[in-house]
C-alpha cells in the first residue's frame, strides 16, 4: 500500500504515524519542505522516498511531488497530514489523484463554523446560537436576541487567533473597526467548561477507540488573557457526553481519521435571559477531523497503554485494530508559558513527581502562546493525584 504524508516531521510527535505504516507493511512516501537531513533518523528510516518542495505553501510544487511520486512507485493509496493547518491542501490533493478520503466538496464543511453548526442542528446536537454576521446592523439583530456578551470568531480559522468576547457597544463598534477583512460568526457567550470528545473511527465510521479531556478554558482566554492552560484525561466518559459525539461522527461521516470534538458542558447554577434555571447540558462547540494538538496522542497512549499511532496504521492498512480499553489511567497535561515566572523549578518538579510525570518537552515556539514552552504530562489511577501535580507544576512565583 503506497501512502503519502504531508509534512510528516511536524509536530515532532508526528514521525511516529509513518514508523507505524511502515510496521503495519505500508510504503510510505513524504512530501515536505524541510531539508531531508535535517528529519529525525527514525523519520528517514520510515520513508521509502522523500520529495522535498522548496515552498510547501505552493501548491503547485506539492502537486509535482504528488505527480513524481506516482509515477515513480503507481497510484497513492492514502495521504494525510493529520494536522488543520494542511486540510485543505491535503482535499485538494486527494481530489486531484483521486485518493479516498476527505475532497474537496466536503472540506468547506468542516472548516467553515457556520457549515459545522448546521451539521451539528441536523445531528440533534444543541448548538451556541449564532450566524454569520457582516455588518453591525447584522450583529445587532443577533445580540438583540442572545444579548451580550458575545463571541467573534473567523467563520473560516484556526485556533483562538482574532477570536474575540465583546461585552458592550463600545467593544461592538471597536470590533467592526478593528477585525479583519474576512466573514465572521458570531455566537453567544456560553458559561461552561470544555470537555473534548476525541478518537479513532475506522473504515466503516465506527469509533474503535474514544476518550475525553475536560480543559481548564477554551483558546480563546488562554491566547487573550495569556491563562497557563491544563487539561485532563476522564476515566468513564458521561453518557450525553458520548451520545453527542457519536452523533457529530455520523453527522460529518468521520471514517479512518481521529477526531477532536469540543463541547461545552454549561454550568449548573447559570439561567436564561428570562431568569428561568439553566440544567447543565452538552452544547456543541466545534469539530476537528484531526488528532488533538500538543502531547495529546501520547497522553491517549499512556491512559490505556496503547498505541494509536500503530491502531491508525492497521485502519488504513486493514490490519488488526484493538478496540478495547478501559482507560486504566487518568492523564494530565500542564503547559508552563516562557515569560511567566513559577514558583518551582524543573528539578523540583521532578524531584516531587518523577514517577508519575511519564513525559516532559519543551514545545515549539509556534505553540507557545497556547500550550506553553515546557510540557509536562502525569498519569495516575487517581484524579485527585493529577490535579495536584498541575497545581503544583503552575504554582506561580
Known sequence: MNVVMVSPHFPPNF????????????????????????????????LTEYYRVPDALDYDQLLRGMAYLTFRHGKMQWLESHNEFWLETDARLRTDFNVPGIKNDLVTDIKAKSRMKARFIAAGVPVAQGRVVRTPDEARLLIAETGYPVVAKPDIGVGAAHTYRI?????????FEEKPPVDYIMEEFISGVIYSFDGLADRDGNPVFFTS????QGIMETVNEDQDLYYHSLRE?????????????AAFDV????????????????????????????????????????????????????????EWANVITGGPVRTNYDRPFFCGFAGRKPWRTYRHSHDEVMAAFGSQIVHFEHMSPVFHRVLGDAAYVARSAELDEIKAIIRYVLEPA
Open 167 to 175: 461585552n458592550d457597544d463600545a467593544e461592538l463598534n471597536r470590533f
Open 15 to 46: 514521525y511516529q504515524f509513518c514508523a507505524a505504516l511502515r510496521r503495519a507493511g505500508a510504503d510510505v512516501f513524504g512530501i515536505a519542505d524541510a531539508a531531508y537531513d535535517e528529519l529525525r533518523p527514525e523519520l528517514r528510516a520510515a
Open 255 to 310: 471514517r479512518a481519521r481521529f477526531f477532536h470534538i469540543e463541547f461545552f458542558r454549561t454550568h449548573r447554577d447559570g439561567r436564561h435571559r428570562d431568569g428561568r434555571h439553566r440544567d447543565d447540558r452538552i452544547v456543541a462547540l466545534e469539530v476537528n477531523l484531526r488528532p488533538p494538538g500538543g502531547p495529546t496522542m501520547d497522553m491517549f497512549n499512556y491512559a490505556n497503554d496503547a498505541d494509536l499511532y500503530q
Open 237 to 249: 466518559i458521561p453518557a450525553d457526553l458520548e451520545d453527542a459525539g457519536r452523533r457529530t461522527l
Open 213 to 216: 479531556h475536560v480543559f481548564s
